[in-house]
C-alpha cells in the first residue's frame, strides 16, 4: 500500500505562515493527481489546492492568492506553502493522491489552527 507522510502543521497567528509537506512512501502507484483537502470541526472536507500532471494546478476560492502548491520533479512529494493565514483556515489538513489504477489514498492528517 501506499503510504502518505504528512509534517508541518501547528499553531500560528493571523497573518503567519506555515508550510505543510506530504510525500509518498512504500509502494508508490502511478500518481494522476496529489494535493490537499482541510475538514473544520462540523464541515465537511473541501479541497485546498490540487496538482495534476501536466502542471495543472486547481485551489479553493479561499485561499487563491495565499497558498500555492508545488511538487518535487518526481511528482512524489508535494509542498503547500500557506502565507497570509487566516482563524477561518484552523482546519485537520489532509494529503490526497489520485491514482490511475488503485484508487485515492489519504495521509493521516496534520492540524492547522491559526489563532492569536
Known amino acids: 500500500q501506499m503510504q502518505l507522510v504528512e509534517s508541518g502543521g501547528g499553531l500560528v497567528q493571523p497573518g503567519g505562515s506555515l508550510r505543510l509537506s506530504c510525500a509518498a512512501s512504500s509502494t508508490i502507484f502511478s500518481i494522476r493527481a496529489m494535493g490537499w483537502y482541510r475538514q473544520a470541526p462540523g464541515k465537511q472536507r473541501e479541497l485546498v489546492a490540487l496538482?495534476?500532471?501536466?502542471?495543472?494546478?486547481d485551489y479553493a476560492d479561499s485561499v487563491k492568492g495565499r497558498f500555492t502548491i508545488s511538487r518535487d520533479n518526481a511528482g512524489d512529494t508535494v509542498y503547500l506553502q500557506m502565507n497570509s493565514l487566516k482563524p477561518e483556515d484552523t482546519a485537520l489538513y489532509y494529503c490526497n493522491a489520485k491514482t490511475y489504477d488503485h484508487g485515492d489514498f489519504w495521509g493521516q492528517g496534520t492540524q492547522v489552527t491559526v489563532s492569536s
Open positions: 496538482f495534476t500532471r501536466g502542471d495543472y494546478t
